[in-house]
């Protein structure tokens, strides 16, 4: 039976590439993903272990990447502090740390290089060690910074920059005099290989020191390397003693975990995210191959009835068709691990065009995503080639000697009975999900949704009839007979038609879901800035750190402008949680007009108001202590005095401006709300403060209009690479067609040359067959979107807090619709060519 089966194979060449690129296609997406997620892994590992040595002194609560979001505290180490940690039995040597948060770079055109994705981290070069004893930084070429005004860069910085050694590099300061410049004289990367995105401004130590801390001999972080023997728990211990007042010693150990703890959040949300379309295309291949092989097995009913009367049992034929599968997909799973490893570096090529970049030699085929590929492959399609090849085992051995079909078609009542009880418990779920179900209620619309999709594409036989009939009057209408008979052939076998269209559905459901909630939250966007952007104007910087407050001086000196509000957001610790905290100043409330639900929001020395939520989280009532701890260990004692209904134009916590210097970090603006002057023209006033603000380009003059735009944009950005990662699913699908209409023409070769011997022409048999296609494409099209609205205004619901309006993206809906029509005269080019150059004796001779 083994050669029998290979000979199989090997006769139908076209049917084994036909059905096997399917499965190539999902393997090679789950390859991918898994090579890249490891690559993703590889590389940040590779960065924190070689850029963090044994320990570190650091400012009390301030854990690693919080600086640009905590503020930057004042407090600082001096010289002396060092050598007294460097005296220390168990320290080998103890480096001054200098980093300046904020900093940013321009390119030589005066744009901005990064800051959009990754971060832009500045600080001081010394040789210290990595707590693997290797160097935290590599020179890639030039030197290291020696001046103070000398600079080094990471090599993709320098190259977005377009800047080359001894050129004056453009920077941009987050506090102080803005305008800074200095000379590139190398060019370097981290030990661990690349930056991951992130932008290295690399200055001699008293560079940094006149940059960030106004020139004084001082630090704000130390580098400790233990001594021969010494743990890095008696390091952080020796250190502890001797650390300076708002200092904390810990162990690198702690620091890099804390990095992977920050980083590790959002890579497992890519990776999810991810690995969620690579499960899509393996299902979609799923359907793609069931129905390859329930073709192929009907075409060989006569074959396979022959080979149970020369005395094969049943479980040898359906074996034989199993290891047909297998066969097929261990080779076709074995090519799509080899894409896989290519599509990882087209994944790779798409983040690094949104900022984050990931080290080639990290993109490597490891075994698990070798050994889960193949499993995957392996077990999804002959779990798909069950069902046919049981089929298949159960002809007759008298069905040989008939000329029809052996198999009279089931009926279909059966699959409609359990389909629509399906659909109610999917329905269920949804419902118990949107009136609150226990745990995440999106979730269980999830599950309901998953439920519906599987369902549909099972039942779509029953739910696309209409649809059939309906192409087949239009067709007919427009085409005349091509048209009629495109229409019968795709209501001939509906559950061929069905399964075909169910890959191209699936796609599209998701699609259309996507679209409901992007536009709905476009749609909140701009009925949220209506509501609650008061403000004429609004100052931010397009990478959302915080920036100079020498830019509001400038804006406040323009004609035309009657109020300027400015606000920093910082970072604190209450009750054991890190916390958002607006510092505003006196001119906060002429600008908005919150909702005030108890107390006052007119604050005066250390008083805050609060959120409602928040308010109720922590059982915190008008007149309560409210304790902030803030990096550095400094203190604020604040009283509650409001407490007001949850807005976006602030935070959870909101103190008057002057208490976040009393906090010791150092004073920024987040952002700056702007009043015109009653009468002054809105254009003439954009105009200047723009103008105003043009020295400073990472800062940006919205008004209403514009900061919509602004946020819709993220939101289109990220709804482009979904749209362009479902895409795959949908090429698949339109395999899937191609594959479906090929093996159908080889079925209906005795047909097709009826058709021809009767004076069809070749012209008309193309048209029949890309109509065909084309009724396909339209089925699945018409179940996808009109499943995926509804699920997608389902999801809307329980999402309802943030998605406060529901929109519908109609126009998107018909481009779906058209480019599905599109779908199916592609996808029908091979099929009726092939069909049109049949020789129409032989073909009315086939057997």
Known sequence: MFKLTLRNLLARKVRLVMSGLSIVLGVAFLSGVLVFSNGLSTTFDGIIYGSTPDGVVRAKDFAEFDAGYSGTPKNVVTPEAIADLEALPEVERADGDIAGFGMSLLASDGTLVGGTGAPTLAFNYHDGPNMDGGSILELDSGHWPEGTDEIVLDTGAAENGDYELGDEVQLLAPYGEIEQTATLVGTAEFNGGGTAGATLLIFSTEGAQELFLNGHDVYNRVSLTAADGVSQEELAAAAEKVAPDGFEAVTGDKVADESQAAIGEFLGIVKIFLLIFAGIAVLVGGFIILNTFSILVA????????MRALGAAREQVTRSVLLEALVLSFVASTIGIGLGWLLSRGLAALFRAIGLDIAGNALDLTASAVIVSYVVGVVVTMVAAYVPSRRAGRVAPVAAMR???????????????????????????AAWGVVGAPGPDALWVGIGAVIWILTVAVISPILGRPVLVGCRAVFGRLFG?????????????????GATASALMIGLALVSTIGVLAASMNESIDDLVDEEFTAD???????FMPFSTTVGDALEDVDGVSVVSRQQWVGARYAGDTESVAGNDAAFTDVYDLEVEEGRIDLQGPEAFVYDDFAEEHDLALGDPLDLTFPGGSKLQLEVVGIVKSSEVTAPINVPLEQIENAGLTRQDTSISILMEDGADPETVKNDLDDAASDVPIVAVYDKEGFSDSIRDQVNQLLYIIYGLLALAIVIAV????????????????EVGLLRAIGMSRRRLRRMITLESVAIAVLGAVLGLGLGLVIGVTLRETLKDDLTSLALPLSQLVVFLVIAVVVGVLAAVVPSIRASRMNVLEAIAEE
């Open 481 to 497: 007979a091509p048209g009629r008979l495109a229409g019968e052939n795709a209501l001939r076998d509906p559950r061929r038609t």
């Open 735 to 750: 395999f899937g067609i191609v594959n479906t209409l090929g093996l159908s023409v080889i079925e209906r070769t005795r």
């Open 537 to 543: 104007y609004l100052v931010q910087s397009v990478n």
């Open 403 to 429: 000329a029809e079909s052996p198999h009279a078609p089931a009926p279909l009542g059966r699959r409609a009975t359990v389909g629509g009880a399906l659909l109610v418990v999917g329905a269920a779920l």
């Open 299 to 306: 075409q060989r009913s006569r074959e396979l009835a022959l």
